[in-house]
Each structure stands twice: as structure tokens, then as C-alpha cells.
């Protein structure tokens, strides 16, 4: 028997499906992309993805440590990934499909009012499309259990010369976008209510995990998760993408089998955590987001859209696009 690499084509297309609600215009607010370690995920790689039967006019990239300078303050090294990014924003329109309208780059929040440097050094690499910074919050508990542990310092959402560089944010027009983990969201709502001025994304539905010390308690994890996400959509300044839930850490297991999930699947294990976002926040603050290439480790692209669009297909037309395509174009202005 043939070996299949999880997250492979040859994976992914065991696996194939009729476009559920063909014509729906979608803006991807959540991708990624990267040439590291022999793992490849650029413009080609994209494109086969949005391209693969969904009607994606736009997306958003994401930062994620990529192709940073070498040379330089350290703080500005991070201007590298943007500069990176625009040279395939540039291979993209070399063909139809997708189109990359907007940038989230890194930056470190702690320098307090000294991160307008890195704002307009981002600003002017991007070619007018940067729009935010994501300087993710997630620190692991147990990071030997997560395939993707975060390695933010502990406090970072009290630290004051943290809050001043989210006010800074807030008053040059940037949004910030965050992923954390569940245990997390508390901390979180504090932190946003004391930047009232800055647009928050909570990105990831606040990552419930599902592995390791938390692959026995997934009712306990939702039940908590469900009061953290009730309060936190009582502050008006932040919105959430609802997605980003196939990562291997959030223990669903299709990243452990021979044949990826199917939208049915996918369906029937999450629905409850997208409904109960988008009854909390409203369908004009929710987004939905592929977080690819890391959920590609579960399931395909068109597969996975086929199934977002299967738990909301009971909502008004109108409630559907702010959903795929309103809430994002006007939060990142694309």
C-alpha cells in the first residue's frame, strides 16, 4: 500500500464534492503563505485552492513568520514577510481567480508609541494594502500536546506598553487581529474593553483545543467556551472569524486519517460552535475564514466551503453574504 501524505493532493482528493452554492461571492479573510522548511504554500498553491470551485474574489493574508529580513533592527525585521507577500500579490494578477486585497502583518505591540515605525514601514512596503497588525496572544499550557504551540510571553494582553501599542493601532485607522487560546478569552475581553478605539478580530473562534489533556474534555472546553464567547461579543469593538477550528489542535482527528473529512463531517462536528457565534456576535460581525494551509491538513478547500455554507443554509440571503464577503470587506476595507 502506498503511503499518503496528510494534507497532500493525492490526500485531499479522495475526497471530492458538487460546489454547494456555486454563484455566492466569498472574500477569504484568513490565509497564509510561506516557503519554509520544504513546506510550500505561495501564489500557485493559493490558487489552486480558491480556484477549486467556490466563487473567492478576495482574500486577506495573514501573517506567519515568513521570509523576515535577515539584516536590520530587529524590530523591522518583520517588514520583510510584507514586502514577501507583495511580490506574489503581484504573481496572482498574472492569472484570474483571487485576488490578495489585504495584508495583517506582524508587529510587537510592547513597543508601545515607538510601533508607528513598524506601521509605516509595513504601510509603504505593502503598495496600500496593509490594513492591521496580528500580534498573536497564544501562550500553551501544555505546548508538548499542540502541533502548533504559541509562545506568547504570559500577560501580554495586561502589559501596558502592550494596551499603548493597541491604542496606537486604533488611532491610525490599523485593525489587530489575535489567536489565542480558549483559556485565554477571559484575559481577552479585559484587554478589549480597555482599547474601546481599536478594531479587534478574534480570530479561530478563540481555539477550543481537543488534544492532549484536553482530548477528554470537549464538553467541559464548549461549555466554557460558550459563556467566554457570549461576553466577549457584548464589546462592540471586536468582530470574529468563525473558522480556523480544523487545525490537527483542536483534536477533531481527520489529520490522523487515510481519507480527509467530507462537509458532512465537518458539519455535524462543529455546527454548535458556529451557530452559537454567530447567534452571540450577529451575522454582520462574523467571517467566515479558511485559515488555510493549516486546516488543509483535515479537509479540502472547496470541501471545507461546501460545509460552512451547509450550516448557515437556512439563513436570509443577506445574513449569508455579510457572512462570506460584507463583514470582511468593510472590517479590512477590501
Known amino acids: 500500500m502506498v503511503e499518503i501524505n496528510i494534507g497532500s493532493e493525492e490526500w485531499l482528493a479522495q475526497v471530492k464534492e458538487d460546489i454547494v452554492d456555486l454563484e455566492r461571492p466569498i472574500i477569504d479573510p484568513h490565509h497564509h503563505l510561506w516557503h519554509n522548511r520544504g513546506s510550500v504554500y505561495l501564489v500557485k498553491e493559493l490558487k489552486a485552492d480558491t480556484g477549486s470551485g467556490h466563487n473567492v474574489k478576495k482574500t486577506v493574508f495573514m501573517e506567519c513568520g515568513w521570509s523576515y529580513k535577515q539584516e536590520g533592527p530587529k524590530h523591522l525585521k518583520v517588514v520583510g514577510e510584507t514586502e514577501a507577500v507583495v511580490e506574489q500579490v503581484k504573481e496572482s494578477k498574472k492569472t484570474s481567480g483571487a485576488v490578495i486585497s489585504g495584508i495583517v502583518s506582524r508587529a510587537d505591540l510592547t513597543l508601545g508609541e515607538e510601533v508607528i515605525e513598524v506601521l509605516e514601514a509595513h504601510q509603504e512596503a505593502s503598495q496600500g494594502l496593509f490594513r492591521g497588525i496580528r500580534h498573536a496572544g497564544a501562550r500553551a499550557e501544555h505546548p508538548e500536546a499542540l502541533s502548533i504551540p504559541g509562545q506568547a510571553p504570559e500577560g501580554l494582553f495586561e502589559d501596558p506598553a502592550f494596551l499603548t501599542g493597541m491604542k496606537v493601532l486604533g488611532k491610525n485607522g490599523f485593525t489587530y487581529d489575535t489567536w489565542h487560546y480558549y483559556y485565554q478569552n477571559r484575559d481577552f475581553a479585559e484587554m478589549a474593553k480597555k482599547v474601546p478605539g481599536t478594531q479587534i478580530v478574534l480570530d479561530h473562534f478563540g481555539t477550543p483545543l481537543g488534544v492532549g489533556p484536553y482530548a477528554d474534555k470537549r464538553e467541559e472546553i464548549f461549555t466554557q467556551w460558550q459563556e467566554d464567547i457570549n461576553e466577549i461579543s457584548k464589546l462592540e469593538n471586536v468582530v470574529i472569524k468563525i473558522g480556523g477550528m480544523a487545525m490537527p ?86
Open 249 to 334: 489542535d483542536n483534536g477533531f482527528g481527520w489529520d490522523t486519517r487515510v481519507t480527509p473529512a467530507t462537509s458532512d463531517e465537518f458539519v455535524e462536528a462543529q455546527r454548535r460552535y458556529y451557530l452559537h457565534a454567530i447567534d452571540c456576535f450577529g451575522p454582520e460581525r462574523c467571517m467566515m475564514e479558511s485559515n488555510f494551509p493549516v486546516d488543509r491538513r483535515s479537509l479540502s478547500y472547496h470541501v471545507l466551503y461546501n460545509g460552512l455554507k451547509k450550516i448557515v443554509f437556512d439563513f436570509s440571503d443577506n445574513e449569508k453574504h455579510q457572512m462570506f464577503y460584507g463583514t470582511a470587506e468593510r472590517i479590512y476595507n477590501v
